[in-house]
């Protein structure tokens, strides 16, 4: 499985970006995806899942009503809508992809990593 992220950028607080990541490959079986996100100094931090077959979803609360994770399943390919930016959003995010567990809210849930891609959130 591979998986390719785009629509990252400079953006100015309060705008809005949004972030794609199409899923190639062995992608028959897939349990879901995530979104993950490394600030600058940090650990990596879970920011949202979907679960593929339902696509019901989960946010961490430092984004919640802020960001919103959709997928599209004809296309493999899941989006990360985030609104209202703030400085604090600047990170390399990251998609994966999960095949086995139900767990959406842990790195060690996914198999599968994109490349990250940067988003930048001046103030």
């Known amino acids: 499985v591979q998986l390719q992220a785009s629509g990252g950028g400079l953006v100015q607080a309060g705008g809005s970006l949004r972030l794609s990541c199409a899923a190639s490959g062995r992608t028959f079986s897939m349990a879901g995806m995530g979104w993950f996100r490394q600030p600058p100094g940090k650990e990596c931090e879970f920011v949202a899942g979907?679960?593929?077959?339902?696509?019901?979803?989960i946010l961490a609360d430092s984004v919640e009503g802020r960001f919103t994770v959709s997928r599209d399943g004809a296309k493999n390919t899941q989006y990360l809508q985030m609104n209202s930016l703030k400085p604090e959003d600047t990170a390399v995010y990251y998609c994966?992809?999960?095949?086995?567990?139900?767990?959406?809210?842990?790195?060690?849930?996914?198999?599968?990593w994109g490349q990250g891609t940067q988003v930048t959130v001046s103030s």
């Open positions: 994966a992809a999960r095949f086995g567990t139900s767990i959406m809210t842990t790195t060690e849930s996914y198999e599968y």
């Open positions: 979907i679960r593929w077959i339902t696509g019901s979803t």
